[in-house]
């Protein structure tokens, strides 16, 4: 089954550095890959995919992912992390014929000033 | 745009009452899914639709659970009877004709409450 992995429940970062939201995933197949954004009491926001080409992948305000096959890894990340980033984080694969995503359980982002 | 728009944003129910849930997706949006949230169980794919046409419902927890999609522009969750094990916050999304490969549009989400 087509599945992604988030091994960590949170991140705590100083304002300023750079951050990183770890994901790996097990797909048979080519892999399309996308990171969503919570914040409080919101719905889930797009950032950024991955479905063929270049493994560095650029998205919103900032972030940036890169795919990576020999570790089966696609790790979101930003050169100096903002308070304002603070936030749930989910990775998420196409599944059931590439209609249906499939979530991560959440990485919860905690940058300190 | 407006988003998709989901209503109500919150509701608190007696167990046993009937709940509808209901969404407007974005406009031209052929795909809305209808996804609930928790913290024992993360995110979850209930249902969803193409077209208007139910693919999917394999998510859908129990029989008391039923997903409707008239037409285009709106589609109700309903769960009858409710129980407390139903509390959750519940997400419609809609995404575009090409389906899941591109990025799917997630309203506020409805906080449903079962006393």
């Known amino acids: 089954a087509q599945s992604v992995a988030q091994p960590e429940d949170q991140v705590n970062v100083a304002e300023g550095n750079p951050l990183t939201v770890k994901c790996t995933y097990s797909v048979s197949g080519n892999p399309y890959l996308f990171w969503y954004v919570q914040y409080p009491n919101r719905g889930l926001q797009f950032l950024l995919k991955y479905i063929t080409g270049d493994n560095l992948v650029k998205g919103s305000y900032g972030f940036e992912a890169e795919f990576n096959k020999s570790q089966t890894s696609f790790h979101l990340k930003k050169p100096s992390a903002l308070v304002s980033d603070s936030a749930l984080y989910f990775c998420?694969?196409?599944?059931?014929?590439?209609?249906?995503?499939?979530f991560g359980t959440g990485t919860q982002l905690k940058v300190e000033l | 745009d407006a988003g998709v728009i989901q209503s109500p944003r919150h509701e608190v129910t007696e167990m046993g009452q009937e709940v509808t849930l209901r969404c407007k997706p974005i406009?031209?949006?052929?795909?809305l899914f209808w996804y609930r949230q928790t913290m024992m169980r993360g995110l979850e794919l209930l249902i969803y639709?193409?077209?208007?046409?139910?693919?999917?419902d394999s998510g859908m927890p129990e029989d008391r659970f039923s997903a409707k999609m008239p037409n285009a522009s709106f589609s109700t969750l309903k769960i009858q009877p409710s129980e407390p094990r139903d509390s959750a916050v519940y997400f419609c999304a809609s995404s575009p004709a090409t389906g899941g490969s591109n990025e799917q549009y997630f309203g506020p989400g409805t906080r449903l409450t079962v006393t």
């Open positions: 639709f193409n077209n208007n046409v139910p693919i999917d």
């Open positions: 406009s031209g949006h052929d795909y």
């Open positions: 998420a694969t196409l599944t059931g014929g590439g209609n249906k995503l499939t």
